[in-house]
């Protein structure tokens, strides 16, 4: 009858035969009652006293047994339970430690793949930088995110059009030879996404690492605050040769 809240067969027989007897009962009669080896009985009767199942007495140098009454036992398995879930719990919300190691992935389609894996688990947090037909593929996730309350920041190269409230756009240069396509993606400012092309092939490292997470962050507003600085001071800074070739060699 106990074996379905974690005692062993012997344990719930032992337990059982004394629930059934009228009387306290010594170990040679939970023997007989139970069906327990004798060469098990004391063994079992010390692991019940220990979990509190039992209750002990001594007569005349004997030892007596009789059980927790059922309805305290069903109280004491109910707490147990509880207690048991509070602690499944408090395991589950422990931190989980980070993986730091940078991993490679290959092939454009499994590039933006893994993406839209990230932007679904983002629970707080997503910055964005990528080139427009990058940015307008995962849009209607974008939106979605931040309608749903993520904070959702993107740096776009070129147009496009999106209700997303932070939305930094850069429209190079002629001569701006330094911007080649990439993506960078960091959700949570947990984990973080960079990808590039190299022999016209897309590339990405992805890691948790939490040096790498914060300096990529960092690099995408450090796009964002160029960019805007460049736009609202572009009548100043492009007429200075020097400011300018300065500019036109950054990748953002």
Do not use: C
């Amino acid at each position: 009858m106990l074996q379905q809240f974690g005692f062993t067969q012997y344990e719930s027989q032992v337990y059982q035969a004394l629930l059934t007897s009228s009387e306290p009962l010594d170990a040679t009669n939970v023997v007989k009652r139970s069906a327990v080896p004798r060469s098990k009985v004391y063994e079992v009767l010390h692991r019940l006293l220990e979990k509190g199942m039992i209750l002990e007495t001594t007569v005349e140098k004997k030892r007596l047994y009789v059980p927790l009454p059922l309805d305290e036992a069903i109280e004491k398995l109910k707490a147990d339970f509880e207690e048991n879930v509070k602690q499944l719990k408090a395991a589950q919300q422990k931190k989980v430690i980070a993986d730091d190691r940078v991993w490679t992935l290959k092939d454009n389609h499994s590039i933006q793949a893994f993406m839209q894996t990230m932007l679904h688990k983002a629970d707080t947090s997503i910055v964005f930088s990528g080139w427009y037909d990058d940015i307008e593929h995962f849009l209607p996730l974008l939106e979605a995110k931040e309608q749903d309350g993520v904070d959702v920041s993107i740096h776009v190269i070129g147009h496009i059009t999106t209700s997303l409230k932070h939305v930094s756009t850069l429209i190079p240069e002629p001569h701006h030879g330094a911007l080649e396509r990439s993506r960078l993606l960091v959700v949570d400012e947990q984990e973080m996404l960079f990808a590039g092309i190299e022999d016209t092939k897309w590339q990405a490292i992805t890691t948790e690492a939490r040096p790498l997470v914060m300096f990529l962050t960092e690099f995408f507003y450090h796009d964002v605050a160029l960019t805007e600085i460049t736009r609202k001071y572009k009548d100043i800074v492009m007429k200075d040769e020097a400011v300018k070739a300065l500019l036109l060699k950054l990748r953002y």
